[in-house]
């Protein structure tokens, strides 16, 4: 479970994030949404210790971030904004490498990284350098990367970003996959169809702060509109486009 609570950063004089509280439960997939300049991007990064809160705290499987950082990164599994692949490396060697990272024995690093690549569908890639890799190919090596030692908890920060049809597809099988298995999944992504079929709940934040927390179809009866993107809109109050 990622909980924050009452969360607040600042850059300067301008308030970022501003009080936020939400929580993402185990067996579910909760989706965070927001504007442009919301604090959704801020959020996520003080949730998986980027970045320090100046106020308020996050937790995750009842740790605190602030207390144990270490213990809360063992704990998170985290496909971030940047993927930041090693280009010289195949695909399993990243993998592998970030297990090491972990602390994994060779054997169970051989039968994660196995399973993940067949998972992600990747055979024909994982010994492959990742030097010149399609988006999708990148995305799913940073998966594979960031789940290689077995995380209860997902942050996946726009990963069907730049993604084709199938690829996206095969993306969107997984995450339900992650959910089935019982983790707790952050999923943050500016495309409201894939929003509505995926997530359990929705949290939008907008100003720096949690403005909804609901499912879906609550949100849509909530405003009176059929279409969540609609929602969405009236919901933050603006036309101004949707979360980066």
Do not use: W
């Amino acid at each position: 479970m990622i909980e924050a609570r009452n969360v607040h950063k600042a850059f300067g004089s301008v308030k970022a994030v501003d009080g936020v509280s939400f929580v993402a439960r185990d067996g579910e997939i909760t989706g965070l949404l927001g504007p442009n300049g919301a604090g959704k991007t801020t959020t996520l990064r003080m949730l998986y210790t980027l970045m320090a809160p100046d106020r308020g705290q996050v937790l995750v499987d009842a740790i605190d971030a602030a207390i144990d950082p270490l213990g809360v990164r063992r704990r998170l599994g985290v496909l971030p904004d940047a993927r930041g692949l090693y280009k010289r490396l195949t695909a399993r060697e990243n993998i592998d490498y970030f297990g090491r990272l972990q602390g994994l024995p060779d054997d169970l690093l051989k039968s994660r990284g196995d399973a993940l690549i067949a998972a992600l569908e990747m055979g024909d890639i994982a010994d492959r350098r990742t030097e010149g890799f399609s988006q999708g190919q990148r995305v799913k090596t940073a998966i594979a990367r960031a789940l290689v030692h077995d995380p209860r908890n997902v942050i996946l920060d726009e990963p069907t970003n730049g993604l084709d049809v199938m690829a996206t597809r095969a993306m969107r099988r997984f995450v339900q996959r992650l959910k089935a298995e019982g983790r707790c999944v952050l999923f943050s992504s500016h495309i409201m169809q894939e929003v509505g079929t995926l997530c359990d709940r929705i949290v939008v934040i907008a100003h720096g702060r949690v403005v909804a927390d609901e499912s879906p179809d609550a949100l849509r009866a909530l405003t009176g509109e059929a279409n969540l993107e609609d929602a969405f809109v009236k919901i933050i109050g603006s036309d101004e486009g949707l979360a980066a």
